[in-house]
């Protein structure tokens, strides 16, 4: 194990397949690793749309509603966002919030953004019985907080309280524990071969 080492001692094993970078067999779409242009899987995955709603469902139990405001994005709608941000804020501001075309997690149908109906997608939804909710329990489904605060140097974004991506339910425990986020988990803590 790599435990006790920093991501300057330890080489990640990074494999490319079919244009999809998989560090230490995880994939990986951050500001350094994309997907093709054409990588398109059309939805969330059937994984990832399963665990959510296997959440959403105990969500309710302690009446907490959880709603996908954002799930998968094409590599199109990414460029028609993020244009519009670099248009609104300029191509630096937008950086720190807006993953350019091509560098989406959305893109991969890992990611979706989870809010409540009401507020949408703004900060405030850290104040909410949902955002707690999530915090303590998405772990359990499978779930990370991909852009916690504290963080931004090394995700390279700015914080989202609703950016959720799926790395299946050992993982995200692992990550959950530790306090990391998907970039420490995978440099530092990953058993290389």
């Known amino acids: 194990k790599v435990k006790d080492k920093t991501i300057e001692d330890v080489k990640p094993t990074i494999e490319v397949k079919?244009?999809?970078t998989y560090v230490n067999g995880i994939l990986i779409v951050n500001k350094t690793?994309?997907?093709?242009?054409d990588y398109n899987p059309g939805s969330l995955t059937t994984e990832t749309k399963n665990a959510f709603d296997e959440m959403q469902k105990a969500a309710e139990k302690d009446n907490i509603k959880l709603w996908i405001t954002s799930g998968f994005r094409s590599y199109s709608l990414q460029t028609s966002l993020y244009n519009n941000y670099v248009l609104k804020d300029g191509k630096e501001k937008a950086d720190t919030y807006s993953a350019r075309?091509?560098?989406?997690?959305?893109?991969?149908?890992?990611a979706l953004d989870v809010?409540?109906?009401?507020?949408?997608?703004?900060?405030?939804?850290e104040n909410t019985y949902e955002f707690e909710y999530l915090i303590n329990n998405a772990h359990k489904y499978g779930f990370i907080l991909r852009y916690p605060k504290g963080k931004e140097n090394i995700t390279g974004y700015s914080y989202e309280p609703w950016h959720f991506r799926f790395v299946g339910k050992e993982i995200a425990t692992f990550i959950y524990n530790n306090n990391l986020t998907l970039e420490e988990y995978i440099y530092q803590y990953v058993e290389l071969n």
């Open 33 to 37: 690793y994309s997907v093709p242009n």
């Open 101 to 110: 075309p091509g560098y989406s997690e959305h893109q991969t149908g890992f």
């Open 18 to 20: 079919n244009g999809l």
């Open 115 to 125: 809010s409540r109906l009401d507020i949408g997608l703004t900060e405030y939804f």
